[in-house]
């Protein structure tokens, strides 16, 4: 079984939010892509949404999550599910915000301009 130690994964700056890549198809997880998140005080992912479903769970501190019009707070421990389409993003509140992403690989991110990517840290 393939073993990758936690001073190989792959960082990513992405707006200020530091990524770290921790499973991706580009390194065996070909059914699979894990990376955390973490996002300062304040701070936190542009509104985007995915062509995919999304999945996360909040590891460290909180914040306010948008899904659409609908507005949650989220602290450690909190999961969501992310329908397919559905704009999103999060505002970390005053600890910062850390939490744990799962997706398809291949998964895009759709921004409010138009543009869309697949993320290197899920490549």
Do not use: Q
């Not at 130690?5 to 530091?18: K, V």
């Not at 070909?30 to 999304?54: A, F, K, N, Q, T």
């Not at 909040?58 to 389409?85: C, K, N």
């Amino acid at each position: 079984m393939p073993v990758e130690r936690a001073e190989d994964h792959p960082t990513y700056d992405f707006e200020g939010n530091t990524v770290i890549s921790l499973i991706a198809p580009s390194r065996g997880g070909i059914e699979c892509v894990l990376y955390s998140v973490m996002s300062p005080p304040g701070h936190g992912l542009p509104p985007h949404r995915h062509d995919h479903l999304d999945t996360f769970t909040v590891t460290a501190g909180g914040g306010l999550w948008h899904l659409d019009e609908a507005t949650f707070e989220l602290r450690t421990g909190d999961s969501v599910i992310v329908p397919i389409g559905v704009r999103h993003f999060l505002e970390a509140g005053l600890e910062g915000a850390t939490f744990v992403v799962t997706m398809l690989p291949g998964t895009r991110s759709i921004l409010d301009d138009g543009s869309e990517f697949v993320p290197a840290w899920a490549s």
